[in-house]
């Protein structure tokens, strides 16, 4: 249940998003630079590395949000084969299309609204970021209720639901996720101490289905 909303701001736009990917694009178009990692390597390497020792390459994984589908990439490499990037952005799928064509992989891009839908039903939900820009957008309470029955119903009855947020602790995800999914396990990240407490900045959120 979500009892708060956050101040919108543009990065919970869909322009903000546009713009940002079309200046990627070019600079992809001209000198091969493929883009921002979100959150850096370092949490991509332990998403990375919790999928590999998790999730059989045989199961479909659908990364909403996909962006310049940087992490989709990295598991066409390790031989992941069923894999789709969704983003509500055109020019990100343009761009996502563009790299793994030509780096040589098969990947599923697609356009997409996940507030609407995720079209299909799949193993591994993966989100990294984009419930952080739904909180952002105006109405973002409804988005982000529309947004949790999204992905509940694009997962298979035994699936895997990855999120990765810096707007959300872990106890805030369990919380607002709890009327759909259990919380499975939390990916470590990179702490800090700060007045005697422990905290992260990242925080990567592993669900499964309620039953």
Request: hydrophobic content about 35%; charged content about 20%.
């Amino acid at each position: 249940m979500i009892d708060e909303e956050m101040e919108s701001s543009e990065l919970g736009t869909l322009e903000y998003w546009q713009d940002r990917y079309k200046t990627e694009m070019r600079n992809f178009s001209s000198h091969g630079d493929t883009g921002e990692v979100w959150f850096g390597d370092d949490v991509v390497d332990r998403i990375i590395n919790w999928i590999r020792s998790n999730i059989p390459q045989s199961q479909s994984i659908v990364d909403v949000g996909c962006g310049n589908g940087h992490i989709l990439m990295e598991l066409a490499q390790l031989g992941y084969e069923s894999l789709t990037g969704l983003d509500y952005s055109d020019e990100a799928i343009q761009l996502a299309k563009a790299i793994a064509g030509q780096q040589g992989l098969q990947i599923k891009y697609q356009v997409n609204n996940a507030v609407e839908g995720l079209g299909s039903i799949y193993d591994v939900v993966h989100d990294k970021g984009t419930y952080d820009a739904i909180s952002l957008s105006e109405n973002s309470k409804d988005a982000c209720h529309k947004y949790i029955s999204s992905v509940k119903s694009a997962l298979k009855e035994n699936g895997h639901f990855l999120i990765t947020s810096c707007n959300w602790t872990h106890s805030e995800l369990e919380e607002q996720f709890k009327a759909f999914f259990a919380l499975h396990t939390n990916i470590p990240t990179t702490q800090f101490k700060f007045g005697g407490k422990i905290g992260s900045v990242v925080s990567i959120c592993v669900f499964k289905p309620s039953k």
